[in-house]
């Protein structure tokens, strides 16, 4: 259960049908999606009194889609919110096709999720992601973003002035970062790996691997690398370590990035 401190359930709904797609829309307030004891869907609303019951969370179903949209959201009532509200999703332990999150100003906690899909924005927020996924696309603004438990074949990720910490094991990486502070720990060693970083300091965290190619862009900043980096055939701009096995693009445009060795 959410700790919702002083908030008290002020809408409760229970989903039985077969849904294969989730998309949330929210603004600010605690949001936590957990798994669920069985195998519905667990939707719940806290608030506190000063709440107004006209911007409570707006709940459809469309075929095998379920959509949630802050109250809030609805025309005449955005404006000033002072009274707290939070949310809470219980999912059961299935894979959903597409699970689509968006909020501003919320703090996201997001439990062992488990979607082909997923993707997930966050404005002037936090999310903290754990879970399981074919692709995951992470777009974080002026945000603080952890993920431990990650798992994802394909993970493409977005950030301006964000804070970035996220430990996981992915194949396929694209990383455009923008500003503040980038913090990659691969588990396993990445396929192929695309970072465009500017102004930022950025640190990515490798296992003993066979080898990778760098193809290195520096327009400004520095490439750092605790691994062993030849030129190949004398081009600086071409960085192989062992065989060459996984394909890099650095593209560097002001501040670091640093490659590191897991211990």
């Known amino acids: 259960m959410l700790k919702s401190g002083e908030l008290a359930i002020c809408k409760s709904i229970d989903i039985d049908q077969p849904i294969h797609d989730i ?13 669920s004891v069985d195998e519905l869907i667990h939707v719940m609303q806290y608030a506190d009194a000063c709440f107004s019951k006209r911007r409570l969370m707006q709940v459809n179903i ?13 025309r005449g009532l ?10 809470e999703i219980q999912l059961p332990d299935r894979v959903f096709d597409r699970i689509l999150l968006n909020s501003t ?5 997001l439990n062992r999720l488990l979607a082909t899909r997923c993707q997930c924005k966050i404005t002037s927020g936090s999310v903290d992601l754990s879970g399981r996924m074919d692709e995951l696309e992470l777009c974080a603004l002026a945000s603080i973003v952890k993920g431990q438990h990650l798992s994802a074949d394909k993970f493409n990720l977005q950030s301006s002035s ?51 190619q760098i193809i290195l862009k520096e327009r400004s900043g520095a490439l750092k690398s605790e691994f062993d980096l030849t030129p190949l055939h ?30």
Do not use: Y
């Not at 469309?62 to 609805?74: A, C, E, H, M, Q």
């Not at 990486?173 to 503040?180: K, S, Y």
């Open 23 to 35: 998309q949330l829309n929210w603004l600010s307030g605690d949001i936590r999606v957990l798994p």
């Open 105 to 109: 100003g919320g703090q996201l906690r």
């Open 62 to 74: 469309r075929g095998d889609t379920l959509s949630i949209v802050d109250g809030r959201k609805r």
């Open 78 to 87: 955005v404006g000033i919110n002072i009274a707290r509200t939070a949310l």
């Open 234 to 263: 004398g081009d600086s701009n071409c960085l192989i370590h062992k065989s060459g096995k996984s394909e890099f693009q650095v593209d560097i445009r002001g501040g670091a990035f640093h490659l590191k060795s897991r211990k």
């Open 162 to 212: 964000a804070k970035i910490d996220i430990s996981g094991e992915f194949n396929h990486l694209q990383i455009t970062t923008i500003g503040r502070k980038l913090n990659m720990d691969c588990l396993k060693m990445p396929e192929k790996l695309h970072s465009v970083s500017t102004g930022a300091k950025a640190v990515v965290s490798i296992p003993d691997n066979e080898g990778f």
